[in-house]
């Protein structure tokens, strides 16, 4: 069974990241993702006894292709129509624009549109 997380569940939220050997080491991994009003919460039960707390975030995930034109031409684009792209879809209730890349220069650059690069392998099912 799962219901909708609720205040009440913080300090149970709390307690188990504490101890969690990943989690509790992580400052970045806080119970403060599961307040975020632009997202999803749930509590997984069995039993009554949570079992798992769950965070369901609205997220923008971008895939580009560039094309073969000078690397200032993409930079002005950005710098031209992403904050009005990003504006938009945070008005919409979308917390995060994500998307997969292996260049770091692009990762950082992107950064500061406010964008979070993930390197992910992918195992296709």
């Not at 969690?20 to 991994?29: E, I």
């Not at 009554?48 to 292709?65: A, G, K």
């Not at 990003?86 to 998307?99: D, I, S």
Request: net charge positive; aromatic share 14%.
């Amino acid at each position: 069974m799962f219901r909708k997380f609720e205040l009440s569940d913080d300090a149970v939220l709390r307690e188990e990241i504490a101890q969690d050997p990943v989690h509790g080491n992580d400052p970045a991994f806080t119970p403060e993702v599961f307040h975020d009003p632009r997202s999803q919460n749930l509590v997984f039960e069995d039993e009554s006894v949570p079992v798992m707390f769950v965070n369901l975030r609205r997220e923008v995930r971008l895939t580009i292709q560039f094309c073969k034109v000078d690397k200032d031409r993409i930079r002005k684009t950005f710098e031209q129509y992403i904050p009005t792209f990003a504006a938009a879809y945070k008005q919409a209730g979308c917390g995060a624009f994500v998307f997969t890349t292996k260049s770091k220069p692009l990762a950082w650059f992107l950064r500061r549109f406010g964008f979070r690069a993930e390197v992910v392998q992918r195992k296709v099912l």
